[in-house]
């Protein structure tokens, strides 16, 4: 998929100082990989074989799901093989295409968590015309969207990857490849690969935050002109779920970028534990929130783990 002139691959990194004990540090990587694979998994099972999860909010569930599932898949292979295996070399195609997904998959899970907070606010503010405006064929509309605005958005960087030379140092800072990581190898101008990222953060990240603040603004204005604290409470618990997996996805994004931009002293074992955070707690954090927090997803697992007992 991708060419560049000097052909030599890229060398990545586990912890640096640790590697002796990496097939110890292994272990919680490996579980914590299966039990993101087991909870999003058991999700999309549920979501696609229940019937009465068949509805928007759970089918934008799936999606956020499957963003996850696609995110731990991606990293899983050369994590693993760095810590298990000491299989530090990828070659460079390798790794501008696990970039590229790396840094789409976290656009599109952004767009997801915006597109979960509009269906909430639907359901809240206009609940008698909720199942007119989110149909089947806007829901799909909505998730070709934003796997395109991700799919596209991230292409332009990812290409100038491809075409730079790399003359310096091959070796990487983390266990896999990320955009911010591999320019600074190259032996080239990379101002655009400096500033175009920060545009699409802006774009992406910060507009979504501000759009999905803005949405529970109006969604409390709404939940507090109900006169029943009953029905308040109902409707607030409705959006508890992913107001959870909002700040998990939105606290790791900060945290990660605050150690990048002011932690320049930090030790480094810090910014490579802030990176697994971020790319590992999201996936692992919001099947065991929604399973915590929703009934209905509560009530389908017991039906599923009673049919298989039967």
Known sequence: MWTNNSAAPFLLTGFLGFEAIHHWISIPFFAIYLSILFGNG???????????????????????????????????PTVLG???????????GACFTQSYFIHTLAIVESGVLLAMAYDRFIAIRSPLRYNSILTNSQVMKVGLG???????????????????PYCHSHVLSYAFCLHQD???????????????????????????????????????????????????????????????????????????TFIHRFGKHAPHVVHI?????????????????????TKQIQRSFVRLF???RA
């Open 146 to 164: 934003i796997l395109m605005r991700g799919f596209v958005s991230i292409l332009p960087p990812i290409l100038q990857l491809s075409r730079f």
């Open 42 to 76: 058991t999700l999309l099972f549920l979501i696609q074989n229940d019937h009465s999860l068949h509805e928007p909010m759970y089918y934008f569930l799936a999606m956020l799901a499957g963003t996850d599932l696609g995110m731990t898949l991606t990293t899983m």
């Open 82 to 92: 760095v810590l298990l295996l000491n299989q530090r070399e990828i070659p460079q």
């Open 273 to 293: 534990t802030m990176s697994y955070v971020h790319f590992l707690f999201p996936p692992l954090m919001n099947p065991i929130i929604y399973s915590i927090k």
């Open 306 to 308: 009673s049919a298989n």
């Open 182 to 256: 591999v320019m600074k190898l190259a032996c080239a101008d990379i101002t655009f690969n400096r500033v175009y990222p920060v545009i699409l953060v802006a774009l992406t990240y910060f507009l979504d935050a501000l759009i999905i603040l803005f949405s529970y603004i109006l969604i409390l204005k709404t939940v507090m002109g109900i006169a029943s604290a009953e029905e308040q409470a109902k409707a607030l618990n409705t959006c508890v779920s992913h107001i959870g997996c909002v700040l998990v996805f939105y606290i790791t994004v900060i945290g990660l």
